[in-house]
């Protein structure tokens, strides 16, 4: 099996006991077998995207969040600015380098943007 259901299938599996889940009520609620459920928890099947889909719904909502930004690399409610705080000093230094040629860049952009129009 693919990497990505292999990541798909170990994240499902570490939600339920992350939450304490239980197979036989989510499976109940999404109207999925357990037996499905569990074979696809432990990489030995796939589940269609509207099974995934009517699992995901079946969790709870914190799970279904943990879930969704665990697999996407996106943490919810996380601010930019408290990410910078957080950062290294090298990282903030690289995050304020990079503004810095955006706001020149942007400039430079208006600058000939206005030369252009005066030129005219």
Known sequence: MSDNFQTYQQLFDQMMKRFDLE??????????SEVMLSRFRHGKADLGASKLIALLLAVPPEARMWYLSELFGQKPGVSLRSQVIQASPEEQAEVLHLMAEILVSK???????VELVHST
Do not use: L
Request: charged share 30%; no cysteine.
């Open 23 to 32: 197979a036989k009520a989510i499976s109940a609620k999404a109207e999925v």
């Open 107 to 113: 400039r430079r952009s208006a600058t000939a943007s």
